[in-house]
């Protein structure tokens, strides 16, 4: 027997969402991180206005965002393979 789709309930046919909610949650929260985190370069930066500096933070802060950004899908990769690889209810939670 083939498995089952990860957010697909087995016994009714429907989406799982208390299950996809689970799953989105860290996903978010890891997100708002690291904007939290961009957002101290870029807004130091916006104060000083056009100077040299502030064109340094611009950078740290794109610097941020782009590591933040492969994190995050590093993430997303990791924990798609856990769910491909999981038996029925052995979902690491």
Known sequence: ???SPPFIDSATGELDTDRLLYEAIPIAKLIAAVGAIAVVPFGIAFL???SIFAGLL???GQFVVAVGTGLVLLYVALRA???ANA????IDE
């Not at 038996?87 to 052995?90: A, L, N, P, V, W």
């Open 1 to 3: 027997m083939p498995p």
């Open 48 to 50: 000083f206005g056009f």
């Open 58 to 60: 611009v950078l740290v």
């Open 81 to 83: 393979l856990q769910l």
């Open 87 to 90: 038996d029925d209810g052995q």
